[in-house]
């Protein structure tokens, strides 16, 4: 089955891949910060653009990846940025003379922090592996439990969505989406009890695994996070550039 | 069923700070509990159930009003069920975490918000007025009621939060009445799909595996099978509640109207009169003020839902008594607990 494509750019090499996971984490959340914090009425500035481009070209990340990823918008806040200039009549000027809903303004600003603040996070999980980008966050102080948690999710992730789509096709092969609708919600939720069983026994098989190998309550894991210089200097580089881009003077329209 | 993820652009630096602290205090306390309390070998079964609801909203359910329209597992109800809500919140955090990071549902600031309104919510709400209305051990019967009200009132609650965090933010103008009432109309629809779906999945891993769902109580041991009485109940309850929120929703909306059109006439600027007069020209309704008794149409429209409602409900079990579904035993479907023999 082809699922594999959550963090298939992952393993890429790059000058950003090779980055620590936590210069990353914290560049990128910074970033987010800057953008959500502008003026009601701004939208951001072209150079905000620079950023997750680098990001993602330098990453080795296609754009249209990029592309396909942020079309599938939440229609949540597409529907609240269409229906913004609707409700938003605020008088804004615009340049001399020309005055506008403000409305406008809203969605325009909206959809474009939306826009890049996903490029943004996109450049941070397509060029760090799941495990490290993982450890970084640990590091930076997300609870332990939280992060074991993670961990086992995104191992197991994949095996049960296998199975799920397994049990899929093969109810789709018996069933053809026909029949009364209470005899098919009956056979749907009998097939998320299958999956529940399943993982349930998934589950007990690890644990024994786990003993077997010594677990102790601890989870160790190989590949330790260095810091180096090259982190420092990309973070320093992304505050400059964000102290500059919002407090530079370039906040504007 | 479709989640309604908050997106950071939509909220500023206050409301999406303050709600990841809310959330992250929350998380640190569950940890700790579930540190404590949790036998080691639930460790990896709590990952494993985390990557289980991902799996299992891949299932689609059939949703009879309208056809081609399909609702899923959401899931947050189910785990605290079977985990205590401690543990629930955490798998459901580790999941919307999943979520923002590959499906960039919703952005990284608004993960507070998000763990929040679709975690933190439904897991304990939920889980309190469950354990309210179920008591200790409670029947088949009792627990169907208990989780049908539970997750009423813990999607819904989780739902509604978010036109309040959309207006603390004061980012995108909606007004905010006509937006809760859609948010809590919805989400009552989505409530009802997550209640039968999650008696039906307890009912039936209860059947095959009545170790694992003992936390659930006694009501495992009862067939996990909905009464057609139960199903027409709660659709009609579901209702009435719906018919109750739309004629509030037409109550509302002169108001907000009237505050629109003072606001629009005290303005005297060219322009925005020029923008109003072209949205009266294209909305369907544009002189609200001259229909008399508008908010008894809220009645009129609840009662026709109602009506509409219960008659497709009647037609659907009806179809179903027709075709006779105990022909075809799905495996374990079984009343008398003997392996079915298949066709």
């Given at each position: 089955m082809h699922h594999h494509y959550l963090d298939r750019f992952a393993y890429q090499d790059s000058p950003v891949h090779r980055l620590d996971p936590r210069a990353k984490t914290l560049a990128v959340l910074a970033y987010s910060a800057v953008l959500i914090s502008l003026p009601r009425y701004a939208i951001p500035s072209p150079g905000y653009v620079i950023f997750p481009f680098v990001l993602l070209v330098v990453g080795g990340i296609p754009l249209w990846f990029v592309l396909k990823h942020t079309l599938m918008v939440s229609p949540f806040v597409l529907l609240l940025v269409v229906l913004s200039p609707v409700f938003d009549r605020t008088p804004v000027r615009v340049g001399e003379s020309v005055v506008i809903a403000g409305g406008w303004l809203t969605a325009g600003t909206v959809l474009a922090r939306f826009v890049l603040g996903m490029a943004a996070l996109i450049g941070l999980t397509s060029t760090t592996r799941f495990p490290e980008l993982l450890k970084g966050l640990e590091l930076l102080g997300l609870p332990r439990m939280l992060v074991t948690q993670l961990r086992f999710l995104y191992r197991y992730l994949f095996l049960l969505i296998d199975q799920s789509m397994h049990l899929r096709q093969a109810w789709g092969a018996r069933d053809a989406g026909r029949g009364p609708i209470g005899w098919r919600w009956r056979a749907a939720t009998g097939l998320v009890g299958v999956l529940f069983t399943r993982s349930l026994e998934q589950a007990e098989r690890t644990y024994l695994a786990m003993l077997a190998r010594g677990y102790d309550g601890t989870i160790r894991l190989l590949r330790p996070l260095h810091w180096q210089v090259r982190d420092t200097v990309f973070l320093l580089a992304v505050v400059a550039y964000l102290v500059f881009l919002r407090w530079g003077g370039m906040v504007g329209r | 069923m479709l989640a309604m993820h908050m997106a950071d652009t939509l909220l500023t630096p206050k409301v999406a700070w303050g709600l990841i602290v809310a959330s992250a205090v929350v998380l640190v306390l569950a940890g700790r509990r579930t540190q404590r309390?949790?036998?080691?070998?639930r460790v990896p079964l709590m990952g494993v159930l985390g990557a289980f609801v991902f799996a299992a909203q891949m299932i689609n359910f059939p949703l009879p009003l309208v056809p081609g329209t399909s609702g899923h597992l959401g899931g947050g109800l189910l785990l605290a069920i079977l985990l205590g809500p401690h543990a629930a919140v955490l798998v459901m955090a580790s999941i919307l975490i999943v979520q923002c990071l590959?499906?960039?549902?919703?952005?990284l600031l608004a993960l507070g918000a998000n763990i929040f309104n679709l975690g933190v919510v439904p897991c304990y709400v939920g889980y309190g007025v469950y354990r309210l209305v179920a008591g200790a051990s409670p029947g088949p019967g009792r627990a169907y009621a208990a989780l049908f009200v539970a997750a009423l009132i813990g999607v819904t609650a989780g739902a509604a939060l978010v036109p309040f965090q959309v207006r603390w933010s004061g980012l995108v103008a909606v007004p905010f009445s006509e937006f809760l009432l859609a948010m809590i109309g919805l989400h009552l629809l989505i409530a009802v799909v997550e209640a039968f779906i999650t008696f039906g999945v307890v009912g039936y891993v209860a059947r095959v595996r009545p170790e694992a769902v003992a936390a659930a109580g006694r009501w495992a041991q009862g067939e996990g099978r909905l009464s057609t009485r139960a199903v027409a109940g709660s659709l009609l309850v579901a209702a009435l509640l719906l018919a109750g929120v739309v004629s509030l929703y037409a109550s509302s909306s002169p108001d907000a109207l009237e505050s629109k059109l003072s606001m629009v006439r005290a303005n005297t600027d060219e322009t925005i009169q020029k923008v109003e007069g072209w949205h009266e020209r294209i909305a369907p309704l544009p002189d609200y003020e001259g229909i008399a008794g508008w908010s008894s149409a809220g009645g009129v429209i609840g009662t026709l839902a109602t009506l509409m409602i219960v008659w497709l409900a009647a037609r659907a079990l009806r179809a179903r008594s027709s075709a006779n579904p105990s022909d075809c035993p799905l495996p374990g479907d079984d009343r008398t607990g003997q392996t079915p023999v298949p066709h």
């Amino acid at each position: 089955m082809h699922h594999h494509y959550l963090d298939r750019f992952a393993y890429q090499d790059s000058p950003v891949h090779r980055l620590d996971p936590r210069a990353k984490t914290l560049a990128v959340l910074a970033y987010s910060a800057v953008l959500i914090s502008l003026p009601r009425y701004a939208i951001p500035s072209p150079g905000y653009v620079i950023f997750p481009f680098v990001l993602l070209v330098v990453g080795g990340i296609p754009l249209w990846f990029v592309l396909k990823h942020t079309l599938m918008v939440s229609p949540f806040v597409l529907l609240l940025v269409v229906l913004s200039p609707v409700f938003d009549r605020t008088p804004v000027r615009v340049g001399e003379s020309v005055v506008i809903a403000g409305g406008w303004l809203t969605a325009g600003t909206v959809l474009a922090r939306f826009v890049l603040g996903m490029a943004a996070l996109i450049g941070l999980t397509s060029t760090t592996r799941f495990p490290e980008l993982l450890k970084g966050l640990e590091l930076l102080g997300l609870p332990r439990m939280l992060v074991t948690q993670l961990r086992f999710l995104y191992r197991y992730l994949f095996l049960l969505i296998d199975q799920s789509m397994h049990l899929r096709q093969a109810w789709g092969a018996r069933d053809a989406g026909r029949g009364p609708i209470g005899w098919r919600w009956r056979a749907a939720t009998g097939l998320v009890g299958v999956l529940f069983t399943r993982s349930l026994e998934q589950a007990e098989r690890t644990y024994l695994a786990m003993l077997a190998r010594g677990y102790d309550g601890t989870i160790r894991l190989l590949r330790p996070l260095h810091w180096q210089v090259r982190d420092t200097v990309f973070l320093l580089a992304v505050v400059a550039y964000l102290v500059f881009l919002r407090w530079g003077g370039m906040v504007g329209r | 069923m479709l989640a309604m993820h908050m997106a950071d652009t939509l909220l500023t630096p206050k409301v999406a700070w303050g709600l990841i602290v809310a959330s992250a205090v929350v998380l640190v306390l569950a940890g700790r509990r579930t540190q404590r309390e949790l036998d080691p070998a639930r460790v990896p079964l709590m990952g494993v159930l985390g990557a289980f609801v991902f799996a299992a909203q891949m299932i689609n359910f059939p949703l009879p009003l309208v056809p081609g329209t399909s609702g899923h597992l959401g899931g947050g109800l189910l785990l605290a069920i079977l985990l205590g809500p401690h543990a629930a919140v955490l798998v459901m955090a580790s999941i919307l975490i999943v979520q923002c990071l590959f499906f960039q549902d919703g952005g990284l600031l608004a993960l507070g918000a998000n763990i929040f309104n679709l975690g933190v919510v439904p897991c304990y709400v939920g889980y309190g007025v469950y354990r309210l209305v179920a008591g200790a051990s409670p029947g088949p019967g009792r627990a169907y009621a208990a989780l049908f009200v539970a997750a009423l009132i813990g999607v819904t609650a989780g739902a509604a939060l978010v036109p309040f965090q959309v207006r603390w933010s004061g980012l995108v103008a909606v007004p905010f009445s006509e937006f809760l009432l859609a948010m809590i109309g919805l989400h009552l629809l989505i409530a009802v799909v997550e209640a039968f779906i999650t008696f039906g999945v307890v009912g039936y891993v209860a059947r095959v595996r009545p170790e694992a769902v003992a936390a659930a109580g006694r009501w495992a041991q009862g067939e996990g099978r909905l009464s057609t009485r139960a199903v027409a109940g709660s659709l009609l309850v579901a209702a009435l509640l719906l018919a109750g929120v739309v004629s509030l929703y037409a109550s509302s909306s002169p108001d907000a109207l009237e505050s629109k059109l003072s606001m629009v006439r005290a303005n005297t600027d060219e322009t925005i009169q020029k923008v109003e007069g072209w949205h009266e020209r294209i909305a369907p309704l544009p002189d609200y003020e001259g229909i008399a008794g508008w908010s008894s149409a809220g009645g009129v429209i609840g009662t026709l839902a109602t009506l509409m409602i219960v008659w497709l409900a009647a037609r659907a079990l009806r179809a179903r008594s027709s075709a006779n579904p105990s022909d075809c035993p799905l495996p374990g479907d079984d009343r008398t607990g003997q392996t079915p023999v298949p066709h």
